[in-house]
T-cell receptor, first 114, second 113 residues
Framework: EAQVTQNPRYLITVTGKKLTVTCSQNMNHEYMSWYRQDPGLGLRQIYYSMNVEVTDKGDVPEGYKVSRKEKRNFPLILESPSPNQTSLYFC?????????????FGEGSRLTVL | GENVEQHPSTLSVQEGDSAVIKCTYSDSASNYFPWYKQELGKGPQLIIDIRSNVGEKKDQRIAVTLNKTAKHFSLHITETQPEDSAVYFCAASRRGGSYKLIFGSGTRLLVRP
């Protein structure tokens, strides 16, 4: 089954404790992206990757890191989480990002930073 | 900067009635306009999209219209059903380059049985 898988789905952590949210897709997509969803703000892009070893900042990259060592994986790293990073996070992938193709989203990871 | 405004933020309709959600965009170079539906506890899913060379597109009970001059586009759902209850996001993008998809703030649609 074609899908984007995120883990963990739910996480409660404390300020400053490094964490990683994993994302994996099995559709051989070139383009992958991370979004955060906050009430009244819609989906805002954190980072994206056009292909392996190619990543770039989205609209709200502060406090986040990513890497794209393999085509299928695109982990989101919070080196020192803060309470303002409490949010619902979505990973998404697309066959060819630059041509306006369909984005396939994971089911989301709800993060709470105390 | 690029911006997409979406209205209304919440919409309640009676089953069988129509629902309309409207979005405006700021970047005149935008040429791809998808709509995503997010059911409770799930990720958004594409339901329909339109490109700038088309004024209207239909898929069964769902239609999208685009007015490039006014820089706005709308989602129309006819004969609404309870399973249409969800959060809907519009988005706008410029093809090529980094594929920057800008999302609206979302509309929570409730269809009352």
């Amino acid at each position: 089954e074609a899908q984007v898988t995120q883990n963990p789905r739910y996480l409660i952590t404390v300020t400053g404790k490094k964490l990683t949210v994993t994302c994996s897709q099995n559709m051989n997509h070139e383009y992958m992206s991370w979004y955060r969803q906050d009430p009244g703000l819609g989906l805002r892009q954190i980072y994206y990757s056009m292909n392996v070893e190619v990543t770039d900042k989205g609209d709200v990259p502060e406090g986040y890191k990513v890497s794209r060592k393999e085509k299928r994986n695109f982990p989101l790293i919070l080196e020192s989480p803060s309470p303002n990073q409490t949010s619902l996070y979505f990973c998404a992938s697309s066959l060819v990002g630059g041509r306006g193709g369909e984005l396939f989203f994971g089911e989301g990871s709800r993060l709470t930073v105390l | 900067g690029e911006n997409v405004e979406q209205h209304p933020s919440t919409l309640s309709v009676q089953e069988g009635d129509s629902a309309v959600i409207k979005c405006t965009y700021s970047d005149s170079a935008s040429n791809y306009f998808p709509w995503y539906k997010q059911e409770l506890g799930k990720g958004p899913q594409l339901i329909i999209d339109i490109r700038s060379n088309v004024g209207e597109k239909k898929d069964q009970r769902i239609a999208v219209t685009l007015n490039k001059t006014a820089k706005h586009f709308s989602l129309h759902i006819t004969e609404t059903q309870p399973e249409d209850s969800a959060v809907y996001f519009c988005a706008a993008s410029r093809r090529g380059g980094s594929y920057k998809l800008i999302f609206g703030s979302g509309t929570r649609l409730l269809v009352r049985p």
